[in-house]
């Protein structure tokens, strides 16, 4: 179904397949390698891509590509491409489309996997990075080279929530003629659109809200259709193809991605007003919450304010490793978008690793506590972070 007329949940439930000769009402699992030829010249046509058909489940999958067009239709793109996992869509995408000698401009709050891209990898091959702080967007075109060729930003990030003005970045790109590509799991295709203010491509960790049950792990990146050929035939010859199956969950669970999105908005807001009350925390950070430094920037460019909540508790690092052995009814985990409300500890744990000056140019300080808020009924986890707090 690609009429844009309808509305965005009308599209998320009712683009999918066309049904097989069984009229099936819900779109069936291709649990399938490859598929079969009606003769040589059938064969023929298929390889050079004179048809446009499925050929081996690595390249593409009937349950792969409803994935796909829906993660499209949502974000206002012209293509895309699925991946096993999130970070397998962040990494084909620099690796089809930078050459050695190439530059990087990034926003430094990035997701950690990432940052170990960009200072650890990438360097085997002269691709180069420079990192800009969220909070002087001012100083952004300092940072770019003459062979600067992507410039690549998360709003928000994660852990720290912060938000960066997309229609800024994306003038910064056209004017020096770079790829802009914007993480944008945090919010999902349902609160903000990154390609309406200037990115190229759009990336998701479908793992997170877009599965949003904690059941499978997937990645997509959609957006221009030149750029993400080039990509789709960088993941085809290296092989980090979704499964059929992650594709099939995955594209039912964008069925109900806005109505448990909006509850997730909701219950999270409910939980980063609490916070604000509570005498034991320095600091909330919420999008949707007027003490947010760019809150303005995140009514502009996003629908609601996600599901994420970030705070600061007095005390440090071990204040902080107090808090989560206090923590009773949610889950520690380092996943986040579940049903399930998830509590975490970066400085402790998935920051564990960088150094004080490391985190804090991150604004990730030693009392700041991450929280994905769940679908619960929210007064039973705000007890919980009450409890623990006091």
């Given at each position: 179904?690609?009429n ?21 009402h ?12 009606e ?27 409803e ?41 430094g ?9 960009f200072?650890?990898?990438f ?35 994660n ?18 003629n ?26 998701h ?21 030149q ?8 993941s ?11 594709a ?11 109505i ?7 219950n ?27 809150y ?20 440090g690092?071990?204040k ?30 998935t ?38 707090l006091?």
């Open positions: 179904m690609e844009t007329e309808f509305g965005f949940e009308t599209q998320a439930i009712r683009t999918q397949l066309n049904r097989s000769q069984y009229l099936e819900s779109v069936p699992l291709y649990l399938t390698s490859s598929f079969v030829f003769d040589a010249e059938d064969m023929r046509a298929s390889f050079t891509e004179e048809k446009v058909r499925n050929i081996y489940s690595r390249f593409s999958n009937p349950n792969t590509t994935f796909v067009e829906k993660i499209c239709q949502m974000e206002g793109a012209d293509d895309g491409c699925a991946f096993a996992t999130g970070m397998a869509a962040v990494y084909s995408t620099f690796a089809a489309l930078l050459n050695a000698g190439d530059h990087i401009v990034s926003v709050s990035v997701f950690g996997s990432t940052h170990t891209l200072t650890k990898y360097p085997k091959w002269n691709i180069t990075t420079s990192y800009f702080d969220i909070n002087k967007p001012e100083t952004i075109e300092s940072y770019i080279q003459p062979n600067t060729k992507i410039l690549f930003a998360e709003s928000p990030t852990p720290a929530v912060d938000i960066i003005d997309l229609e800024l970045l994306g003038k910064i790109a056209k004017k020096h770079l790829i802009l590509i914007i993480d944008n799991c945090f919010a999902t295709p349902y609160l903000q659109n990154p390609i309406k203010f200037g990115a190229d491509l759009v990336v960790s479908a793992t997170k809200l877009i599965d949003g049950q904690g059941r499978v792990l997937g990645g997509v990146v959609v957006g221009n259709k750029l993400v050929r080039e990509i789709y035939l960088f085809r010859n290296t092989g980090p193809a979704m499964s059929p199956f992650n099939w969950v995955l594209s039912k669970s964008l069925e109900t991605l806005a448990r999105v909006e509850k997730h908005c909701e999270a807001l409910k939980v980063a007003q609490f916070l604000e009350t509570h005498p034991g925390v320095k600091q909330v950070k919420y999008p949707f919450l007027k003490s947010h430094p760019q303005e920037v995140a009514k502009k460019q996003m629908k609601l304010g996600g599901n994420i909540v970030a705070f600061e508790i007095e005390g690092i071990e902080g490793r107090q808090f989560l052995d206090k923590i009773k009814f949610c889950s520690l985990s380092a996943n986040l978008g579940d049903t399930r409300t998830i509590v975490t500890h970066p400085a402790s744990t920051h564990s690793k960088l150094s004080l000056e490391e985190r804090l140019a991150v604004s990730i300080t030693d009392g700041l506590v991450r929280v994905s808020v769940g679908l619960e009924t929210i007064e039973d986890v705000i007890k919980d972070l009450r409890q623990a006091d």
